[in-house]
């Protein structure tokens, strides 16, 4: 596997972490190696999930995006990652989000009986008891 540069990547007992951890990036890499399950995104300048930026991450547990600029997920950016467990969007600058979003990740993880975890503090989130 060859790991994305400027990434480092651990095989963990078959379990590949990528971390890409505070390295300025403005987007998620391309080139993420296939086998991850673990992907470390924190501290970086990320400001948008879009339909494709996990593309052909079928295997991904877990993402740690926290500590970005990200104000904006698409509602497909997560939709092919099935057995996506843990999500870090905590400490960016999103003030909504749509019910659709993690919709897929929640209904595979109902039906393969495991927990999903999204933690999303320390966002500018906008509660309104209008909102729908």
């Known amino acids: 596997t060859v790991c994305p540069s400027p990434c480092t990547c651990t095989d963990s007992y078959g ?43 079928n295997n991904l547990h877990g993402v740690d995006l ?22 870090d969007i905590s400490g960016n600058q999103l003030s909504t989000l749509s ?3 993690f919709n897929m990740s929640i209904t595979s993880a109902k039906r393969d009986q495991r927990n999903f975890f999204v933690y999303m503090g320390n966002n500018p989130w906008n509660c309104d008891c209008t909102l729908k």
Do not use: M, R
Not at 48 to 54: R, T, V, Y
């Open 99 to 101: 019910e659709e979003v």
């Open 15 to 57: 379990e590949l972490t990528v971390s890409c951890a505070g390295q300025g990036l403005t987007e998620v890499p391309s080139n993420i190696p296939p086998s991850t399950v673990w992907l470390n995104l924190k501290y970086n300048y990320i400001t948008k999930l879009i339909d494709s930026s996990f593309n052909g991450l």
């Open 66 to 87: 926290s500590n970005n600029n990200i104000d904006h997920i698409s509602t497909s950016a997560f939709k092919q990652l099935v057995h996506l467990q843990n999500v």
